[in-house]
């Protein structure tokens, strides 16, 4: 048993580069991945809907195991994932690919893989990483190499529109509609729905002094994140125009805007605040 | 000499149990001492057991049903913690104080105001443990392994707490295997060579060691937590320069020793047993001892099996697969000369017995699983999915824990003089052995299948043999109120039981009367 396993081993144990190098960040409770070669960059989180979870709806046929954007790959080309974490230690496992690797704070581990199939193929977080550590499954798209050019083109574009989303002129209403939006994909799962977080772990934000009365202040949490706490930066992994619009909605809803200041955030504050300080 | 020995004897007409809770509180009798262990952790593994039926009966269903996953965490932490340092190492502790002062012809174990205080401890460490439920940001919720940062920097405050507690367990158990070891190492009958010694007692003076090794390891682990968590050091934060996977191999190098702590003493259990039954005397004591011994040392160099996904060199990958494969051939040899003591034996299948022959049968399917983890191609597949889940509650459940209670009926007419109600004690055993699989076969399937480990709720294609799962746990769980039932009646009273008790019985306990009077062997026995 140990000679075909020792061999099997040193086969896995190749680190030399990809023709697509893909690196794979663990996070509470979401994966971002980003094309080293392409610049495409994008988080990839659940997408069953709280109510399947707690019973209030028919579950889906991928209940748990669907996401809003899938890794898109193609066939028959060497993907080398660069495995590594943002907070605490996920793992990342896609069991048709043989691959399992932990996502360590601090560490890159590697896999490779090279797939003959196309097809949608789901995996899941494996290492203990919190709350919703059963909640954040990694899907892979794998496609033919024209379909996935064309892929990376739209990508591409995509993140042009977003820039000029950016220099828009946004109104509070239409802030707060896409900023509930963002809320509900990225800030429900420890501030719950109602804002009111869980006692003792993650903070009320429904009439919470920052969220109400000082703008600044606000910006630099969700930018910065919360040193020795759960709440990471976010800088990376939202838009300036989604950031402005979760502040915003966070500031206006639950009452908060008529029991506060209701200043709003604009994207633009956000490109601000990312402006090297003097 | 003889002037020594008649002032004991003197004394010994004096001192019966004190009345009352004093003689509990005050006692540094073995016997007591080791009654208390006992029900300590007999209710420990009622806490801990409700909790595991909270996990499975909220893994009934897919979908969030009765806790919300936050407290799911919680459950699973304490669980595996209270299983572990609350439920089966007092046990065998408790089994130690009975057993070895009788088994090697000594008046009591060599320490006995230590004993006290190693027990007594106890209790405070898990008061502190369990009101971390009750605590802002609730118990502890990072496992029982509780890999940094998620038990530092993530952790819920009532961390600290956690950490305190495990200081005072490992305090305990540090206490209680110094005792053991010079009790067997100073007060053993004159005569009984190292080579004499019953199994249980070999088995206890290596778990005793191989405790004393580890058990300041996990001090400094959650020493070095607290450090990270209040007084500003990153050992552990790679934001501060420090390396997570340090935790890890800290932990392990506690972690693995830690569970072998769990499963000797039971090998040492299951030998006396299959030996009296089978009505032979043991295959291979030699080998059995050696065994034991190869399996302690070779238990600090595979720490890193755990750890097969963090991204090990090569070298080291290579080093601890075959080294964890290695395991395979003492715990070969057990289970060979185990099988080979039956051979061609005058077989009777009283409740001690059947439970030690389901110990060899399942201990060895958790140790055949054991050895599919151990190929690390094969473990990128298996590790952290429900098929490790299995592996080690087959080795814990049917293996310690059978053992313990296999312990517990083959003992118990020594301890109380009353024998125990025979058709329940079977009864017990068959409800139990139909539940630990029920409730753990099938989680093999689901391992396999790709369910991860300490997750709240499943995609749904695992759900059926998860519900199948639930409804073993639960009828494991109930049986064991059987259990506690059957105890009682023996305390309370029953069928006299003789000195010996069992026909094939050897060993200096069984020369003395049932119940084993308050002072054993103030004159040593000589053994020839």
Same mark, same amino acid.
């Given at each position: 048993?140990?000679?075909?396993?020792?061999?099997?081993?040193?086969?896995?144990?190749?680190?030399?580069?990809?023709?697509?190098?893909?690196?794979?960040?663990?996070?509470?409770?979401?994966?971002?991945?980003?094309?080293?070669?392409?610049?495409?960059?994008?988080?990839?989180?659940?997408?069953?809907?709280?109510?399947?979870?707690?019973?209030?709806?028919?579950?889906?046929?991928?209940?748990?195991?669907?996401?809003?954007?899938?890794?898109?790959?193609?066939?028959?080309?060497?993907?080398?994932?660069?495995?590594?974490?943002?907070?605490?230690?996920?793992?990342?496992?896609?069991?048709?690919?043989?691959?399992?690797?932990?996502?360590?704070?601090?560490?890159?581990?590697?896999?490779?893989?090279?797939?003959?199939?196309?097809?949608?193929?789901?995996?899941?977080?494996?290492?203990?990483?919190?709350?919703?550590?059963?909640?954040?499954?990694?899907?892979?798209?794998?496609?033919?190499?024209?379909?996935?050019?064309?892929?990376?083109?739209?990508?591409?574009?995509?993140?042009?529109?977003?820039?000029?989303?950016?220099?828009?002129?946004?109104?509070?209403?239409?802030?707060?509609?896409?900023?509930?939006?963002?809320?509900?994909?990225?800030?429900?799962?420890?501030?719950?729905?109602?804002?009111?977080?869980?006692?003792?772990?993650?903070?009320?934000?429904?009439?919470?002094?920052?969220?109400?009365?000082?703008?600044?202040?606000?910006?630099?949490?969700?930018?910065?994140?919360?040193?020795?706490?759960?709440?990471?930066?976010?800088?990376?992994?939202?838009?300036?125009?989604?950031?402005?619009?979760?502040?915003?909605?966070?500031?206006?809803?639950?009452?908060?805007?008529?029991?506060?200041?209701?200043?709003?955030?604009?994207?633009?504050?956000?490109?601000?605040?990312?402006?090297?300080?003097? | 000499?003889?002037?020594?020995?008649?002032?004991?004897?003197?004394?010994?007409?004096?001192?019966?149990?004190?009345?009352?809770?004093?003689?509990?509180?005050?006692?540094?009798?073995?016997?007591?001492?080791?009654?208390?262990?006992?029900?300590?952790?007999?209710?420990?593994?009622?806490?801990?057991?409700?909790?595991?039926?909270?996990?499975?009966?909220?893994?009934?269903?897919?979908?969030?049903?009765?806790?919300?996953?936050?407290?799911?965490?919680?459950?699973?932490?304490?669980?595996?913690?209270?299983?572990?340092?609350?439920?089966?190492?007092?046990?065998?502790?408790?089994?130690?104080?009975?057993?070895?002062?009788?088994?090697?012809?000594?008046?009591?174990?060599?320490?006995?105001?230590?004993?006290?205080?190693?027990?007594?401890?106890?209790?405070?460490?898990?008061?502190?443990?369990?009101?971390? %439920?009750?605590?802002? +940001?609730? =118990?502890?919720?990072?496992?029982? /392994? !509780?890999?940094?940062?998620?038990?530092?920097? #993530? $952790?819920?405050?009532?961390?600290?707490?956690?950490?305190?507690?495990?200081?005072?367990?490992?305090?305990?158990?540090?206490?209680?295997?110094?005792?053991?070891?010079?009790?067997?190492?100073?007060?053993?009958?004159?005569?009984?060579?190292?080579?004499?010694?019953?199994?249980?007692?070999?088995?206890?003076?290596?778990?005793?060691?191989?405790?004393?090794?580890?058990?300041?390891?996990?001090?400094?682990?959650?020493?070095?937590?607290?450090?990270?968590?209040?007084?500003?050091?990153?050992?552990?934060?790679?934001?501060?320069?420090?390396?997570?996977?340090?935790?890890?191999?800290?932990?392990?190098?506690?972690?693995?020793?830690?569970?072998?702590?769990?499963? %000797?003493?039971?090998? +040492?259990? =299951?030998?006396?047993?299959?030996? /009296? !039954?089978?009505?032979?005397?043991?295959?291979? #004591? $030699?080998?059995?001892?050696?065994?034991?011994?190869?399996?302690?040392?070779?238990?600090?160099?595979?720490?890193?099996?755990?750890?097969?996904?963090?991204?090990?060199?090569?070298?080291?990958?290579?080093?601890?697969?075959?080294?964890?494969?290695?395991?395979?051939?003492?715990?070969?040899?057990?289970?060979?000369?185990?099988?080979?003591?039956?051979?061609?034996?005058?077989?009777?299948?009283?409740?001690?017995?059947?439970?030690?022959?389901?110990?060899?049968?399942?201990?060895?399917?958790?140790?055949?699983?054991?050895?599919?983890?151990?190929?690390?191609?094969?473990?990128?597949?298996?590790?952290?999915?429900?098929?490790?889940?299995?592996?080690?509650?087959?080795?814990?459940?049917? +293996?310690?824990?059978?053992?313990?209670?296999?312990?517990?009926?083959?003992?118990?007419?020594?301890?109380?003089?009353?024998?125990?109600?025979?058709?329940?004690?079977?009864?017990?055993?068959?409800?139990?052995?139909?539940?630990?699989?029920?409730?753990?076969?099938?989680?093999?399937?689901?391992?396999?299948?790709?369910?991860?480990?300490?997750?709240?709720?499943?995609?749904?294609?695992?759900?059926?043999?998860?519900?199948?799962?639930?409804?073993?746990?639960?009828?494991?769980?109930?049986?064991?109120?059987?259990?506690?039932?059957?105890?009682?009646?023996?305390?309370?009273?029953?069928?006299?039981?003789?000195?010996?008790?069992?026909?094939?019985s050897r060993g200096l306990e069984w020369t003395v009367e049932s119940p084993a009077p308050y002072h054993t062997f103030t004159t040593p026995p000589k053994v020839n």
């Amino acid at each position: 048993m140990a000679i075909p396993a020792s061999n099997t081993l040193t086969k896995i144990y190749d680190d030399t580069e990809g023709d697509i190098n893909i690196q794979v960040i663990g996070y509470q409770w979401k994966w971002q991945y980003k094309y080293l070669e392409d610049d495409i960059d994008f988080f990839q989180n659940l997408t069953t809907d709280w109510d399947e979870i707690y019973n209030k709806t028919p579950k889906g046929e991928f209940y748990l195991e669907e996401v809003d954007e899938a890794v898109v790959i193609p066939v028959g080309k060497k993907i080398r994932f660069l495995i590594t974490a943002n907070d605490v230690i996920h793992s990342w496992w896609m069991p048709d690919f043989a691959i399992k690797q932990d996502a360590i704070p601090g560490f890159i581990n590697t896999a490779w893989t090279i797939v003959d199939e196309p097809g949608i193929y789901r995996g899941k977080c494996t290492e203990l990483c919190g709350k919703n550590h059963g909640f954040m499954p990694v899907v892979v798209k794998v496609v033919p190499q024209d379909e996935y050019d064309a892929w990376v083109q739209e990508k591409k574009d995509a993140a042009f529109r977003m820039a000029e989303l950016t220099e828009k002129d946004w109104s509070v209403s239409e802030l707060t509609e896409r900023g509930e939006g963002v809320y509900l994909k990225n800030c429900v799962a420890c501030h719950q729905v109602n804002g009111q977080g869980i006692t003792g772990i993650f903070p009320n934000l429904a009439g919470s002094d920052i969220v109400l009365n000082d703008k600044a202040r606000n910006i630099e949490i969700l930018m910065e994140g919360v040193q020795g706490a759960a709440m990471q930066s976010f800088a990376n992994q939202l838009s300036e125009v989604d950031m402005a619009s979760v502040i915003t909605y966070t500031r206006q809803a639950w009452g908060n805007a008529e029991n506060g200041d209701g200043e709003i955030v604009v994207p633009k504050d956000i490109v601000e605040y990312k402006k090297p300080k003097v | 000499m003889s002037a020594v020995i008649e002032s004991h004897n003197h004394d010994d007409h004096h001192h019966g149990p004190a009345k009352g809770l004093t003689r509990w509180l005050y006692t540094t009798n073995h016997k007591d001492i080791g009654s208390l262990y006992l029900w300590f952790s007999f209710a420990m593994f009622l806490i801990g057991g409700v909790m595991a039926l909270v996990i499975r009966a909220e893994l009934f269903q897919p979908g969030m049903q009765i806790v919300e996953p936050e407290f799911y965490n919680q459950m699973l932490t304490l669980h595996g913690l209270i299983m572990v340092f609350g439920a089966v190492m007092p046990a065998f502790v408790g089994l130690a104080n009975w057993l070895v002062p009788m088994m090697v012809g000594a008046p009591d174990m060599a320490l006995p105001r230590m004993n006290n205080l190693s027990f007594w401890i106890l209790p405070f460490a898990f008061f502190i443990l369990l009101s971390s %439920l009750f605590m802002e +940001g609730g =118990a502890p919720n990072f496992g029982w /392994t !509780f890999y940094a940062p998620l038990s530092t920097t #993530y $952790a819920p405050p009532s961390v600290t707490f956690f950490i305190f507690a495990v200081h005072i367990m490992g305090a305990s158990s540090i206490m209680g295997s110094i005792n053991v070891i010079v009790t067997i190492m100073n007060m053993r009958a004159p005569g009984m060579t190292l080579m004499k010694m019953p199994l249980f007692v070999w088995s206890w003076l290596i778990t005793a060691y191989l405790l004393i090794a580890v058990m300041p390891v996990l001090a400094g682990a959650v020493t070095m937590m607290l450090m990270d968590i209040h007084f500003g050091t990153s050992f552990f934060n790679a934001a501060g320069g420090g390396d997570p996977v340090l935790f890890q191999h800290i932990f392990w190098f506690f972690g693995h020793p830690e569970v072998y702590i769990m499963i %000797l003493p039971a090998f +040492g259990i =299951a030998s006396h047993i299959i030996e /009296t !039954f089978s009505r032979k005397q043991l295959f291979g #004591y $030699a080998s059995m001892v050696w065994a034991m011994a190869s399996i302690a040392i070779l238990s600090f160099v595979v720490w890193a099996h755990h750890m097969f996904t963090v991204g090990l060199p090569l070298a080291a990958e290579l080093f601890f697969m075959w080294a964890t494969m290695l395991i395979a051939v003492p715990t070969g040899v057990k289970v060979f000369n185990w099988v080979t003591t039956m051979f061609k034996g005058s077989i009777t299948y009283e409740t001690p017995m059947l439970f030690a022959i389901a110990f060899v049968v399942l201990f060895t399917i958790g140790g055949f699983s054991g050895l599919m983890l151990a190929i690390t191609p094969a473990d990128f597949q298996y590790h952290d999915t429900y098929f490790v889940v299995a592996h080690f509650h087959y080795v814990l459940v049917p +293996g310690s824990i059978f053992s313990i209670m296999a312990a517990v009926y083959y003992w118990i007419p020594k301890w109380t003089g009353n024998m125990y109600d025979e058709r329940l004690g079977k009864l017990h055993f068959w409800l139990s052995f139909i539940g630990v699989n029920v409730t753990f076969f099938p989680q093999h399937f689901i391992g396999l299948a790709g369910m991860p480990r300490r997750i709240p709720d499943y995609a749904l294609q695992f759900a059926d043999w998860n519900m199948i799962s639930t409804v073993g746990a639960f009828l494991f769980g109930a049986s064991q109120i059987l259990f506690l039932f059957i105890v009682l009646k023996t305390v309370m009273g029953g069928k006299k039981a003789t000195s010996e008790v069992w026909e094939g019985s050897r060993g200096l306990e069984w020369t003395v009367e049932s119940p084993a009077p308050y002072h054993t062997f103030t004159t040593p026995p000589k053994v020839n």
